[in-house]
């Protein structure tokens, strides 16, 4: 079965300053989606950021980017510039056919 | 974009009644729909997943009689929590699936207290 891992329970960054996230997953397959969602207090769960495995170019979204590495199964997410408004908690999913897999998510604290 | 209506957006009902829940795609034929449970700062878990026009499949530890969905049409489904317990409360998310496309939308979720 597949697996997601958010090693980081927590994340703090002052603002402006940037962070990253990091997330790990486990799958034997070679075609996938992985994928970063945003979940602020509203609990609205937002799309941050999509990877097609099949792509080598990392993906990117205006202040925020992926560290895609396939063969380490590794997809970090990369904020730049970090805003106020970037508070919420962060989960990483992957999926294959129709189903997602979420990790345990990651709550990021933004510092004025 | 593409919009997933979920309601109520919030739901108190007494112990031992039934609930129901709606997740509409309000711009696309959502193929297949997820129904998700989330305990407070911890992740989502998949209840079940269903398509149009055949019965849902639950992850394992999820009761079927408990938790009844239907998909009825390619932009409506509906959970229905029966003889709801207080142990039942929690936050509900939908998301729908748009067959060809690798992309997820969410509702806005249910909050459910059972009192």
């Known amino acids: 079965a597949q697996t997601v891992t958010q090693s980081q329970p927590e994340m703090s960054v002052q603002e402006a300053e940037t962070v990253t996230l990091s997330c790990t997953y486990d799958?034997?397959?070679?075609?996938?989606?992985l994928f970063w969602y945003k979940q602020p207090p509203s609990r609205q769960m937002i799309l941050v950021i999509r990877q097609e495995a099949y792509k080598q170019q990392n993906a990117t979204e205006n202040r925020f980017s992926v560290n895609f590495q396939k063969a380490a199964k590794s997809f970090s997410l990369k904020i730049s510039d970090s805003q106020l408004g970037d508070a919420a908690m962060y989960f990483c999913?992957?999926?294959?056919?129709?189903?997602?897999?979420f990790g345990a998510g990651t709550i990021l604290r933004v510092k004025s | 974009g593409a919009v997933v209506s979920q309601h109520p957006s919030w739901v108190i009902c007494k112990s031992g009644t039934s609930v129901k829940i709606e997740c509409r795609s309000l711009d696309f034929q959502a193929t297949t729909m997820f129904w998700y449970r989330q305990f407070p700062k911890q992740s989502l878990m998949l209840m079940a997943t269903s398509n149009e026009g055949s019965k849902a499949t639950y992850e394992q530890g999820v009761e079927k009689d408990k938790f009844l969905i239907n998909h009825a049409s390619l932009t409506l489904s509906t959970l229905t929590v029966t003889s709801a317990h207080p142990e039942d409360s929690s936050f509900y998310i939908c998301?729908?699936?748009?067959?060809?496309?690798?992309?997820?939308?969410f509702g806005s979720g249910t909050r459910l207290t059972v009192v």
């Open positions: 799958t034997s397959e070679s075609d996938y989606y």
């Open positions: 998301s729908a699936h748009e067959a060809g496309l690798a992309g997820y939308t």
């Open positions: 999913a992957y999926s294959r056919g129709n189903k997602l897999v």
